[in-house]
Each structure stands twice: as structure tokens, then as C-alpha cells.
């Protein structure tokens, strides 16, 4: 019997994933559910716990991400899928650097939960083979560039051309290069019109704490 | 002095002359003000551009040192302005900017000279308002953004909510056919079991949305699990809204929990809650067996702290005669610690 913390600040998450475990209970059982992230250590010491369903965005403001890197070093046991209904994907290659088992898209996965539960208990690494390609504008964001994508994603975090350059470790013609490209392709006429597209298509989380 | 000797000593004051008036014109033509003074405070000589400066910023003739210092440091208002963000360079009433630089310097005679140089700053000025323009949109741009990040967050949820919601009523659904297929009587073998298992979820959905009429809290998740630890949290007092202090009494209650079991031995922990206009504090003793001495910050304890501090809260610890934490959360606007 595999049991699962369930980690999602939304109660009709929780039932829903609790309904998954429970018309599989042959498998799995509810070891825990909690709402924030920075109590699943905590879960996790006090509760047998083999896998986790950890949300990225959980109750106050608290990152599911680095909560799991922080669990998996301490339980390198305990199997952990993260789930979430943002875009990013840098969060993908984040899960798979801290050595975590799985990632699932709530809204749009090929897969279904339990399957790669089904999985990840079997002891595979399942991470989607293909990443939600987010309408942007009049562009798809599989049309950008990896450059663009770098610069797009670095967009969201300083805004300006300076401090892009700088957190990219590139020109600054470079970026405004890359801005100019990215508008057309898109659609847009201002960076900023830009980056609130960019922030209302789910490409990147908000600022989480990790206080785990 | 013979006549000879007068002439060589005219001739020379007529070269001093002649070389001081060069010394002069050429001042002159200096686009930077430029002016000596003497060590009693009384000018030697001062170009064009420092003239017209000294009448813009004081209305008068540059005469004293001491007048011209007390000018830069402190103009009349109505004539310039010094501005401390752009390195305490005076901004006048037309706009233009100077900076005016002091410095002493020593004659070949090996007396003290006061120079005062003023700096045309007008282009570097422009390109610093420029630049804080520029810095003004972009944060404009950043709060902006950060708006639309906080509202996508809700959105998600909402969308995460309803599809959870559709997933749960689809089994509903499933049920419901099953039933149907059952009263009908055509069901198949193994159905009847499929539709008990359905029935037990359903009803157990329907007992937990009856009984659950708040939203699930951190606080909650964290007394839960310490009573599966074997320790029993009493709560005296209300909990005060906000998300700020529900953090802190959830870090300070995890942190007091780990120390009464690791630590006291104790089986009841008491967090008595009160709340003042502007404070809200909480009290955590447990019932284990008191410290030995005086505890020390450490570990978790000095991790609690600094969290605490990040979000404005304060923190004291008594080890005697019991232990004790109390922690002082503000009561701030959410927003502001987010």
C-alpha cells in the first residue's frame, strides 16, 4: 500500500485527489493532507509517508518546489509528482535537477493522475514528454526560440533591458534584439504589453517563499 | 634705485600685468566657472561664467569666499535648489545644473588659495532624468505586472477548482448511471460492488462538504498532525484574520511543538491568543518538564526568529521558571508583507 501526502491549498483538489486514491484503494491510501508546502516536512515526520502530490503555488505563498528538494534530501524514499496548472516550464527541468519523480500539468497532461502515481510507485521518472504549448498573442510558444524564451521568462522577473542583459549574461543590444523579435512574432507593440500577455498565459509563477 | 633699475623693475610689473590679464582672458573663455580666494576670504580673481553664476545664485557681485560657500550649501530657494540624489549639484531657476567644487591650493609663495570650479552638468543631468524616467516606467511596469501575476494566480485557482469540481461530479455521474442500470435490473456481475464503492464516495463527498465550512488552514494541517504525535494543541483565544499572522503562529507553533516533544516530553501545549489595536500576541507553554537553564538561540529556534523579523514580527523566549514563547505579530496591511 503506497501512502500519499496530499499537498494543495484547495479543498476541492484535495476531494478530488482523495476520490482518485480512494477508488484505487487497493493501491494507495490518504496518509495526510495539508495546505502548505512548508508543513510537509513536518507531515513528513510525523505521518508514514511514501509518495507526495505537492501543488508549486500553496497556502501562503509557499513553494512546493524547493519544498520537495528539501524533503527528497532528507526522505530520498519518499517518491514525489509535483502538480501544478502554471506553464512554466523551467519547472519541469527543476523537479527533474532536484531528482524528483514525477510532474503532472493539472489542466492539460496527456495522462491521467493515477497513472503516473501507477508509475512513479512502479519507480519510473515520469515528466511530460511534451510541454503545453501556450498560445501567445498570434504566436505559439513552441515558435520561440530558446533565446527568446530565456529572454521572455527573464522579462517577467526585472523588466528592464539592462537588468535582462545582466541576469542573462548577455549584451544589452542582444536583448532588445530579442524583444523586438518576440513582439513581432506575437503581436504586440510594447514590452509591457508583452510581459502581461506573457503573465496571463500562466508562463510563470508568482514569487513564492521557501521556508521550508 | 637708479634709472636703469626703475626701468627693469616697470618692465617687469608691465609683464606681471600683461601675463595676469592673459591669465584672465583665457579664464574667460572657460565654459566652467572658476574663482580664487584668499585665505581672508576675499576674492583674486573669478572668470565670466563664475560671475554670472554668483548673480544668479545670490543676486550680488562674487566678493567673499564665505558668502559664495554659504550660497552653495544653503541657496535662497527661489534661486536654486540643491539636489542630494545627483551628488549635491545646485539646480537654478532656469534649469541648469552646476556642481560647485572647493579646493585649496598653495601660490609659489607657498600661501593657501581657495578655488572654487563650478561644473556645467546640464547633459549628464538630462541623461539622469532620463534614467529616472525611465527606472519610474519600469516600476510602473513591474507593479503592473505584478497585478496581472496575482490575478492569474486567482484565475488558476478558480480553473483548478472547476475542473477539480468537474472530476469529483463526474463520478457522481458514473454513479448515478450505475444506479440506474441497477434499478433497471440489468446489471451486469461485479456492478453492484462498483456502485457500493461509488455510493460510499458520494456520501462521504456529501459528509464532508456539510461538515467542512471553512477553508482548510495551515494552522489546522499542523495541530492535526501533532495530535498523530501524540501532543494535544489547546488554542485560547481567536485566531486574528490575516495570512501574515497565520504564518507566523504556524512557523512559532511547528517550532513549539518539535521542542515539547523532542525536548520537554510534554503532552498538552497551550497557545493563549490576544489581541491589541495594533498587535496580536501569542503565548506557547507546554506542559513537559521545564529547561534545566537558560535556553539559547539555535537551530530552529534562531530560524523561527529570523523569519519573524522578515515579516515585521518580534520573539521572546522565557526558560524560567517554565518555558515559554511569545510572539508580537503586527497588524499590517496583507499586501504589504506579500
Redesign the interface.
Known amino acids: 500500500m503506497i501512502n500519499v501526502l496530499i499537498v494543495d ?8 485527489y482523495q ?2 486514491i ?2 484505487n484503494e487497493d493501491r494507495f491510501r490518504v496518509a ?5 508546502s ?2 510537509a516536512l ?2 513528513c515526520r ?2 508514514d509517508v511514501d509518495m507526495i502530490l505537492m501543488d508549486i ?1 500553496t ?3 509557499e513553494n512546493g518546489m524547493s519544498a520537495a528538494a528539501k524533503i527528497k534530501k532528507e526522505f530520498p524514499s519518499i517518491k514525489i509528482i509535483i502538480t501544478t ?2 506553464n512554466d516550464i523551467r519547472q519541469i527541468e527543476l523537479a527533474k535537477e532536484y531528482g524528483l519523480d514525477g510532474f503532472w500539468f ?2 492539460q497532461d496527456d495522462m491521467e493522475l493515477i497513472e503516473v502515481m501507477d508509475m512513479v510507485a512502479e519507480g519510473e521518472k515520469v515528466f511530460p514528454k511534451e510541454v503545453p504549448d501556450v498560445i501567445l498573442g498570434q504566436a505559439r510558444f513552441s515558435e520561440l526560440t530558446p533565446a527568446e524564451v530565456n529572454v521572455l521568462y527573464a522579462l ?1 522577473e526585472v ?2 533591458n539592462r537588468q535582462i542583459a545582466q541576469r542573462l549574461n548577455i549584451e544589452e543590444s542582444t536583448v532588445k534584439t530579442h524583444m523586438k523579435r518576440i513582439c513581432e512574432k506575437v503581436g504586440v507593440n510594447t ?2 504589453e508583452l ?2 500577455l506573457a ?2 498565459s ?1 508562463l ?1 509563477l ?1 514569487k513564492l517563499n521557501d ?1 521550508l | 634705485m637708479g634709472v636703469e633699475e626703475r626701468r627693469t623693475m616697470q618692465g617687469k610689473h608691465r609683464s606681471k600685468n600683461r601675463g595676469n590679464s592673459i591669465i584672465k582672458q583665457a579664464m574667460d573663455y572657460l565654459p566652467d566657472g572658476i574663482a580664487f580666494f584668499s585665505a581672508d576670504d576675499l576674492l583674486i580673481l573669478s572668470n565670466h561664467s563664475m560671475n554670472d553664476l554668483v548673480q544668479k545664485l545670490m543676486g550680488t557681485d562674487l566678493q567673499l569666499l564665505s558668502e559664495l560657500k554659504e550660497a552653495i550649501v544653503h541657496p535662497d530657494e527661489s534661486r536654486a535648489v540643491v539636489m542630494e540624489d545627483f551628488g549635491n549639484a545646485l539646480k537654478f531657476a532656469d534649469g541648469n545644473v552646476w556642481r560647485f567644487t572647493i579646493s585649496v591650493i598653495t601660490d609659489e609663495e607657498g600661501h593657501p588659495i581657495t578655488q572654487i570650479v563650478a561644473y556645467d552638468l546640464n547633459e549628464q543631468y538630462h541623461l539622469y532624468e532620463e534614467l529616472q524616467n ?2 519610474k516606467e ?1 516600476l510602473k ?2 507593479e ?3 497585478r ?3 490575478r ?2 486567482d484565475s ?2 478558480e ?3 472547476l ?3 468537474m ?2 461530479h463526474n ?1 457522481m455521474g458514473s454513479c448515478m448511471l450505475l444506479l440506474r442500470h441497477y434499478m433497471k435490473g440489468d446489471h451486469a456481475r461485479g456492478e453492484k460492488e462498483q456502485l457500493l ?1 461509488y455510493f ?2 458520494m456520501t ?2 456529501l459528509k ?1 462538504e456539510i461538515g ?1 465550512t471553512d ?4 494552522l489546522d ?2 495541530i ?3 495530535e ?2 501524540g501532543l494535544k494543541v489547546e488554542i485560547k483565544g481567536s485566531i486574528p484574520v490575516g ?1 501574515v499572522i ?2 507566523c503562529l ?2 512559532a507553533l ?1 517550532e513549539c ?2 521542542n515539547t516533544l523532542r525536548h520537554a516530553k510534554g503532552t498538552i501545549l497551550t497557545v493563549t491568543i490576544t489581541e491589541g489595536i495594533d498587535v496580536a500576541e501569542a503565548e506557547f507553554a507546554d506542559n513537559g518538564t521545564p529547561p534545566d537553564s537558560e535556553i539559547i538561540l539555535g537551530g530552529g529556534l534562531s530560524s523561527l526568529q529570523e ?1 519573524l523579523i522578515k515579516t515585521g514580527a518580534s520573539m521572546e523566549i522565557i526558560s524560567k521558571p517554565e518555558f515559554r514563547l511569545i510572539i508580537r505579530i503586527p497588524k499590517v496591511a496583507e499586501t504589504d508583507k ?1
Open positions: 491549498d484547495e479543498r476541492m483538489i484535495q476531494k478530488a476520490a482518485f480512494a477508488a495526510e493532507t495539508i495546505v502548505s512548508a508543513d513536518f507531515a510525523a505521518n503555488y497556502a501562503g505563498f496548472s502554471y493539472k489542466d517577467l523588466t528592464g514590452k509591457t510581459a502581461i503573465a496571463n500562466k510563470a508568482p521556508s | 525611465r527606472n519600469l511596469m513591474q503592473r505586472l505584478n496581472v501575476r496575482l492569474v494566480a488558476v485557482r480553473q483548478e477548482i475542473a477539480a469540481k472530476q469529483v463520478k464503492k460510499r464516495l462521504g463527498e464532508q467542512q477553508e482548510p488552514s495551515a494541517d499542523i492535526r498532525i501533532a498523530k504525535l495570512s497565520e504564518t504556524a512557523l511547528k511543538i518539535t523569519r506579500i
